[in-house]
């Protein structure tokens, strides 16, 4: 089975504070993507990269960061988190060159910025 | 640039009954085309994608979609719906250009018992 583990389900963080979020794959997948869930908004792609240290900004990357330095592995990194970053993350990943495939997601991390 | 439509934020129907839940989509080239599930407090779960192998599309749970390039949707129903079907559906399209996949707002399904 595909397993696509976020670190931690809830987390509760400090406006100003410096986030990371982090997010592993063990599929040997290319393809790893950062989205934000809100209510009414569906899921919003912040960050895809398509290999290690490779990246391309999503819809909403105002704010956000992120680190691919091993293929199993995806960090989103808030620099100063603000209180509309409060939201659902969903990190996922797929094949890379097969569109037809699948993004596997895990479970998502909600984060609560007071 | 590629997006996609889900008509209704919120449908409610009786349990038995059909379930049909609307996506259009906007691409520039013929796309892949996907429906996930989401029940309370969990992740994306696949009900089935579009590939372009047959237009309709049997998935998970007895849901089914069909691609209508005429009419740029791909909705999907259910003949029958069960209470465990209460949950957030979303739409998803990704193009043949690169690997992003791009979702809609999703959709609650309700069922009334």
């Known amino acids: 089975d595909v397993k696509v583990t976020q670190s931690s389900r809830y987390l509760v963080k400090r406006t100003g504070e410096k986030v990371f979020l982090e997010c592993v794959q063990d599929m040997d997948h290319e393809n790893m993507f950062w989205y934000r869930q809100d209510p009414g908004l569906g899921l919003r792609l912040i960050y895809f990269?398509?290999?290690?240290?490779?990246?391309e900004k999503g819809d909403i990357p105002e704010g956000y960061s992120v680190s691919r330095e091993k293929k199993e592995r995806f960090s989103l990194i808030l620099e100063s988190a603000s209180t509309n970053q409060t939201s659902m993350y969903l990190c996922?990943?797929?094949?890379?060159?097969?569109?037809?495939?699948?993004?596997?997601f895990g479970q998502g991390t909600r984060l609560t910025v007071v | 640039a590629q997006s996609v439509t889900q008509l209704g934020s919120h449908v409610s129907v009786s349990e038995g009954a059909l379930v049909l839940l609307r996506c259009n989509y906007s691409?520039?080239?013929?796309?892949?085309l996907f429906w996930y599930v989401q029940y309370p407090n969990q992740g994306l779960q696949l009900l089935l994608k579009y590939t372009s192998a047959a237009t309709l599309v049997k998935g998970i749970n007895g849901f089914e979609a069909e691609f209508k390039k005429s009419e740029t949707s791909f909705h999907l129903t259910k003949p029958s719906a069960h209470m465990s079907d209460a949950a957030e559906y979303f739409c998803a399209v990704s193009d043949r250009l690169d690997d992003k996949i791009i979702f809609g707002k999703g959709t609650r399904l309700h069922i009334l018992p």
């Open positions: 691409s520039s080239v013929p796309p892949y």
């Open positions: 990269s398509y290999d290690v240290k490779m990246k």
């Open positions: 996922a990943s797929s094949f890379k060159g097969y569109s037809n495939t699948e993004a596997f």
